[in-house]
């Protein structure tokens, strides 16, 4: 069987996932010269930001709301295309996406073919996301001399394909205008994100090894599909497509997601020099740690990424039992059937995508609605959340505990996201005696009186606190050599801070700990899967209602701060959708008590 391997050809072994590379979606900014990435953007000045509570730069709204110039161009409309390896999704929904029939279907009439399960998620959109291509275009503006390094980079995991296919063409990686303005089957390929006949034609060829992972799959050259049915029936996908469908298990594996979902970069240093390796996104070395690894110690129940993400159940909890096409039409039903819906934590840019239709590929806003709703469901289960209130003099105590649920840490992924705890306690007519995590309109931290409490670096880990000022934040911050909070991947040295959770069973000496080893947690004995803080507020009136919230965020304010420093018309753009979507959390849990 004939095969090549592409590995990532940076200075930075690494990728930038979600910002600028790897898999699903998210981080950097703007346009490289301008003019080629951003055609048609013209100088329209930004519509009304009709943002909740008003705000502007001048009043203390974000720096980024209004920002005047030049726009990108929405991405040009899909097209079907085919390249020498691979194709858009339409060849595959001729008999994979259900139609008007009930196959397909789960018993309550839901769509569970993989290509209709698949448009409206984040995979689909990993190469469109308007916060991946600003963030993308801020990296090339950052680093003129090293374009081609961050196009490779940037999007080796975002548009698989199409980097596949670009580098067996001339050896290059597709380009920022390719990506986001051109019209060639290249640049069709490179806009379906990460899709069928990129991940399908993944083989086995050394997954779970470092050398696989930051964007480092191996593709197939003979045409083969694979999924992990026996015997499957060939004959219709070669006449249709000439792809032949062939039975491997790899594809059931979390070493095939952690080609793309485990990132490591080296930052370019001064005199050609790079930095230590940097783990921007591992959370399949989490998982590797965890009770719900593979290998499981015994009495543990192993779970793979597919089964959290991918789960063959339906959403009503029972196994789906399904033909996995629509012809012929005598094809037996099959188990496992996976749901393409990709789930995670990503319902924000899915919201952004369906107000704003051209980001949105094939996907309607109405299926991005319910994909979005899908993703809220699914953070609900990452945690579990328990309060108790008690009284010591006149002080009120509260004692939170958070338990990670998930099998990484929680959060995980690109380190824009991050999670935080919201305590109100309210006299019983409602007055604030206390409120630590609240947040504005614009999803940035205020105190009880709405003033803004987000440091100019981060918040400390807390195990104790008393202050409408402090709140408890999990959240990795990237920071440079000279230890400087910093927003770029490749700018990254280190973690400044790593206090998210632990999954369950971890194992701080396990073989990939220098990419997982938390920071700033050191003097809690109480922090690891689970953790308890302590909240004590004075004078605390007996029946006093505490209210407890648990919520997470996709982007930091602040890393839409640092994309408007030097705006770029990718930027722009996105500033205009944030405007109307801010990135207000979401609620993963809740809990009440009262104060005796």
Request: with cysteine.
């Amino acid at each position: 069987m004939s095969r090549f391997s592409l590995r990532p050809r940076t200075l930075a072994s690494g990728s930038l996932r979600n910002a600028c590379a790897r898999g699903a979606t998210l981080a950097l900014a703007a346009v490289l010269a301008a003019a080629a990435a951003c055609r048609g953007g013209g100088s329209d000045a930004p519509p009304p930001a009709d943002a909740p509570d008003g705000g502007d730069a001048a009043t203390g709204g974000p720096r980024w709301l209004g920002v005047e110039g030049e726009r990108l161009a929405p991405p040009p409309p899909h097209q079907q295309a085919k390249t020498a390896h691979f194709t858009t999704h339409d060849a595959c929904a001729q008999c994979h996406l259900s139609k008007d029939t009930a196959t397909l279907r789960d018993p309550k009439g839901r769509d569970i073919s993989p290509v209709g399960r698949w448009k409206p998620t984040m995979m689909a959109l990993a190469a469109r996301d308007p916060y991946y291509v600003a963030a993308f275009a801020d990296e090339l503006e950052a680093r003129p001399g090293l374009r081609s390094t961050v196009e490779r980079t940037c999007a080796r995991c975002h548009a698989p394909e199409a980097s596949v296919e670009i580098d067996l063409e001339s050896g290059r990686a597709p380009s920022f205008a390719l990506m986001t303005a051109e019209v060639s089957p290249n640049a069709h390929i490179a806009r379906e994100g990460v899709a069928c006949t990129g991940c399908h034609q993944i083989t086995s060829e050394g997954l779970g090894t470092f050398p696989s992972f930051t964007g480092g799959f191996s593709i197939g050259t003979s045409r083969l599909v694979y999924g992990p049915h026996d015997a499957p029936l060939t004959d219709p996908m070669r006449l249709i497509v000439d792809f032949t469908p062939f039975k491997s298990v790899h594809v059931l594996e979390s070493s095939l997601c952690a080609t793309c979902h485990t990132v490591v970069t080296r930052a370019p240093l001064a005199g050609g020099k790079q930095g230590p390796e940097f783990p921007e996104q591992v959370p399949y070395l989490e998982w590797r740690a965890s009770a719900f690894r593979a290998e499981a110690p015994v009495g543990a129940k192993a779970t793979t990424c597919q089964q959290c993400h991918m789960p063959s159940v339906d959403e009503d909890g029972q196994e789906i039992r399904s033909p996995l096409a629509t012809t012929p039409p005598d094809l037996k039903a099959r188990s496992p059937h996976a749901r393409h819906a990709f789930l995670g934590p990503n319902a924000y840019m899915l919201g952004v995508a369906a107000a704003n239709d051209a980001w949105g590929a094939t996907a309607t806003p109405e299926e991005l609605g319910a994909q979005a709703a899908l993703q809220r469901a699914f953070l609900r289960s990452s945690a579990e959340l328990r309060v108790n209130a008690s009284r010591e003099g006149d002080a009120g105590v509260v004692r939170v505990k958070i338990t990670n649920a998930t099998g990484h840490k929680l959060p995980t992924g690109y380190p824009s996201r991050r999670m935080w705890v919201h305590v109100k306690v309210a006299r019983a007519d409602g007055a604030a005696l206390f409120e630590s995590g609240r947040s504005d309109a614009f999803g940035r931290l205020v105190d009880r009186t709405g003033a803004l409490v987000e440091p100019a670096t981060f918040f400390p880990h807390f195990d104790v606190i008393d202050d409408d000022a402090k709140v408890q934040v999990y959240e990795a911050v990237p920071v440079n050599a000279d230890g400087k909070v910093v927003h770029r991947p490749l700018d990254a040295i280190t973690f400044g801070k790593d206090n998210r959770l632990l999954p369950q069973g971890f194992d701080k000496r396990h073989e990939w700990a220098a990419y997982t080893t938390p920071k700033g947690v050191d003097d809690d004995p109480s922090w690891g899967s689970e953790d308890e803080i302590t909240y004590r507020v004075a004078r605390a009136e007996p029946g006093a209602r505490v209210e407890v919230r648990l919520v997470f965020q996709t982007i930091r304010p602040s890393d839409f701060e640092a994309l408007a420093q030097k705006p770029t018309p990718a930027a722009r753009r996105l500033f205009d959708m944030v405007s109307r979507t801010p990135p207000t959390p979401e609620v993963i849990a809740e809990a009440t008590a009262t104060i005796p």
